[in-house]
């Protein structure tokens, strides 16, 4: 069965400073696509990053970045230069040859001023 | 905007009711996909579209849910004799297919929040 796993249900981090969030997951397929989705407040699901399993570089997108590491079947989600308006719900998700999405339980991330 | 769109964005009905949800994806999408989102949880996959056919149906999609998509363009999601435990946001989303650069990133909607009282 494929799953994904956020261990942290709950985080914040002071304006500025950096926040790493978990994700694992499981799959026995080779071929599939993670991504970090981000549910700010209003609820429309806005995509952070995106990273291909065959690429063994880590994906990078301006203060976003994550950490691949596909043998321990781990994605996780660095922000940098936190800010405000990165508070949100961050869902991180495993997309399977079927082109069907499942999601983790997401953490929620309070940026503090 | 020619982002997704969802209609209504808020429906509250008393069980047993039907309610009917709208989606119009992103114009030259041709994949639609439902999702179902509780308090708390990831969105749950029900079912996807590839133009109007649709290719998989989650077991979470009842035999009182349909979907349909006609013209290939816009969706609808239909519950029947709605239960509480209907409760959720409806996330509808798209993509196109293929596409190798965006690896089938989809795109979300606002969502609709439905409650049954």
């Known amino acids: 069965a494929q799953t994904v796993t956020q261990s942290q249900p709950e985080m914040s981090v002071q304006e500025a400073e950096t926040v790493t969030l978990s994700c694992t997951y499981d799959?026995?397929?080779?071929?599939?696509?993670l991504f970090w989705y981000k549910q700010p407040p209003s609820r429309q699901m806005i995509l952070v990053i995106r990273q291909e399993a065959y690429k063994q570089q880590n994906a990078t997108e301006n203060r976003f970045s994550v950490n691949f590491q596909k043998a321990a079947k781990s994605f996780s989600l660095k922000i940098s230069d936190s800010q405000l308006g990165d508070t949100a719900m961050y869902f991180c998700a495993l997309q399977l040859r079927t082109y069907k999405y499942i999601f983790g339980t997401g953490t929620r991330l309070k940026v503090l001023a | 905007d020619t982002g997704v769109s969802q209609d209504p964005r808020h429906k509250i009905t008393k069980r047993g009711q039907n309610v009917t949800f709208r989606c119009d994806p992103i114009?030259?999408?041709?994949?639609l996909y439902w999702y179902r989102q509780t308090l708390g949880q990831g969105p749950e996959f029900l079912t996807y579209f590839q133009n109007e056919a649709q290719l998989e149906k989650s077991r979470l999609l009842s035999d009182r849910f349909s979907a349909e998509r006609p013209k290939g363009s816009f969706s609808t999601l239909e519950i029947q004799r709605t239960e509480q435990g209907d409760s959720a946001m409806y996330l509808c989303?798209?993509?196109?297919?293929?596409?190798?650069?965006?690896?089938?990133?989809?795109?979300f909607g606002e969502g609709s929040w439905l409650t049954v009282v």
């Open positions: 799959t026995s397929e080779n071929n599939y696509y």
């Open positions: 114009s030259e999408h041709n994949r």
């Open positions: 989303a798209s993509s196109l297919y293929p596409a190798p650069v965006e690896g089938n990133t989809i795109y």
